[in-house]
């Protein structure tokens, strides 16, 4: 089923707060029945991020349970930025390069905050407009590989929790996770020593920048792991959408 964006397409808590797209220049409404992304990065409010250097991954932590405070993916909003922005989260895509040697399968969970959850550590990453005229300056912060993420507040969470393999992983898995994707997905083995490529749907994530940091994280473990640090090449697509009002 499309998905109908217009200026008049939602209002949030009864106020007058409505996602819509403007171009570079502010002027342009787009209404459109969305089947690809193109219209929102047209209108300069797609962001992607990815490891900066290609075929080099981003290392994980020695991960066998899951832990609030070790996350692989920290995404924030940035408090007082100039516009409100609701923000999308379309996908996350995970490549495998080194295996966690000793675990019998790989997990995830998303959970979101409504507080900065990173503490330190870790690698920043700098989104990127796929929109070559659009600028460049995401309301986002981006942290992958080993951050520590504070204690969780009592408005945490939990979204998503998953399998992403039932047995050890193989190099070259590829693990994407969509967002709010309202397409059916057939089954898939997520078993055997083949590498795969699998799709997981996960509930649509909502964050909100300009009046405080927002936080959503993607957790990572792998059961029985001891030895061998799991490391990924990843990308990560989301829509930045401005708040009238």
Known sequence: MPLKLTLNGLSRFGRRERPFLLDPHGNLEVQQHLQTTHPVAAAGQYFVATNPTVSTAVAYAVQASFSETVPYII????????????????????????????????????????IDRL?????????QNPNMSAPRESACTLTVGTPTATANSGARRLIARGLLRSAIPVTGDTYMLNFGNMEKSTGQVISGTSAIGAMYHCPPVVLEAGNQVQSCLLHLWFPSNVTTAATFEFEMGWWEVPLEG
Do not use: C, H, M, W
């Open 75 to 114: 995404l924030r909003t940035k408090a007082g930025y100039p516009q409100r922005k609701l923000i999308y989260l379309e996908y996350i895509k995970l490549i495998t390069a080194v295996t966690p040697a000793s675990s019998t399968s790989a997990q995830f969970a998303i959970t979101i905050d409504n």
């Open 119 to 127: 503490s330190t550590g870790g690698t920043d990453i700098t989104p």
